[in-house]
Structures are given as structure tokens and as C-alpha cells.
């Protein structure tokens, strides 16, 4: 069950717009490897590579969570090779940051010249890892967030907008 958006398209695309002009700022003169993981990020990447202004490449990565616990495992990795390359990694949501602490770990593995972290959602209060968000679009109370991308059980994420979902998904 979804309501009002949370955020509209047009207050999605103005934050978008001020993460790209910090990218294209804090990157100049560089080419920043952007790591979409997969599947909800993909439409903040889109939209975040076309508002940055400098040459950039993009990648995605994929993981799969597995068992009750925090058991995470990579499904599909960047076909780009991350050694030595300014990554920005690109999530949608931050939440316990278990995740992205275990993607963050295995890029770092691969020694890149640099790695920072971008999210469109950030809720801090449920976090449990220790996670560094070099640019965040909003931060999120306690409530589930469909659309943009986001999905509820494989729904919503072809909305433009942002809202808050009744319930959380079992
Ligand atoms: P974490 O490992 O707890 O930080 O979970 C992060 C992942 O859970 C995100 O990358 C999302 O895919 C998913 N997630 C967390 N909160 C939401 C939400 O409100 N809506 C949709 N997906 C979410
Ligand atoms: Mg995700």
C-alpha cells in the first residue's frame, strides 16, 4: 500500500543535479569508475551519470543475501577492472550498511586509487556497520521506500517518485 510520495520526481532530480555538480567538482580532471549495485540503483545511476560533467565510466555489481544471518555473496561483479581507478560506489539504500560494507571490503581488495560512497537513501538509525557516505541525496526515516528503482518484493521500482510502503517485506 503506497500514499503520498515521499520525495517527487522533481525534488529527486534537484538533489541529483547537486551530487553531480560535487562529483564533476571533487573528480576533475579525472575519470571516476561509478559501480551501480544492482538491481535498485540502477535508475540513480542513470540519471546521476548524465548530471556529472566530467568523463566518467560505469559498472555495475550485484550481490545476493543468503540464509537468516548476514551471509552475502557477490552474484555478478564489474566487468571493468577496479585497480587503480577513483570508484564511487552507487547504492540506493544505506540501511544496516552490511551490504555495502561487504562490497565496499571486496573492492578494496582490488586496490583502487580511491573509493567513496554514494547513496540515494541513507537511514542511519538502523545502522550496525561502520559505513563512510561521501554523498547522500536524503536520509530516511524508519519507514520502507518503494519507487526510483526501489523495489517491494519486485514491485514498484518503475515509479518516478519516492514513497513510503505501509509495511516492510517479510
Ligand atoms: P543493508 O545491508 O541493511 O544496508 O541493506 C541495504 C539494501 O537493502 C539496500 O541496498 C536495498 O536494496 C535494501 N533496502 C533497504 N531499505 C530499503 C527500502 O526502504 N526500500 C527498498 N530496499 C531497501
Ligand atoms: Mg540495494
Known amino acids: 500500500m503506497i500514499g503520498e510520495p515521499l520525495f517527487d520526481a522533481e525534488s529527486i532530480a534537484a538533489r541529483v543535479a547537486d551530487i553531480g555538480t560535487a562529483i564533476s567538482a571533487d573528480y576533475a580532471g579525472k575519470t571516476p569508475l561509478m559501480i551501480g549495485l544492482l538491481r535498485a540503483a540502477a535508475t540513480f545511476l542513470a540519471d546521476l551519470a548524465r548530471a556529472v560533467t566530467i568523463p566518467c565510466q560505469l ?11 548476514d551471509g552475502i ?4 561483479d564489474v566487468a571493468i577492472p577496479v585497480e ?3 570508484v564511487i560506489l ?13 562490497v565496499v571490503k571486496r573492492l578494496l581488495e582490488r586496490r583502487p586509487a580511491s573509493l567513496a560512497v554514494c547513496t540515494l537513501l541513507d537511514r542511519p538509525h538502523r545502522r550496525i556497520a561502520d559505513i ?11 519507514v520502507f521506500v518503494v519507487g526510483y528503482g526501489l523495489d517491494y518484493l519486485g514491485r514498484y521500482r518503475e515509479l518516478p517518485a ?9
Open 73 to 76: 555473496a557477490l552474484e555478478k
Open 59 to 69: 559498472d555495475f555489481i550485484a550481490v545476493n543475501k543468503y540464509g537468516d544471518g
Open 162 to 170: 519516492l514513497y513510503a510502503h505501509g509495511t516492510w517485506p517479510a
Open 132 to 142: 563512510e557516505i561521501k554523498y547522500r541525496a536524503f536520509e530516511v526515516p524508519d
Open 84 to 86: 587503480g581507478r577513483h
Open 90 to 102: 552507487v547504492d540506493d539504500t544505506v540501511d544496516t550498511g552490511l551490504t555495502l560494507q561487504y
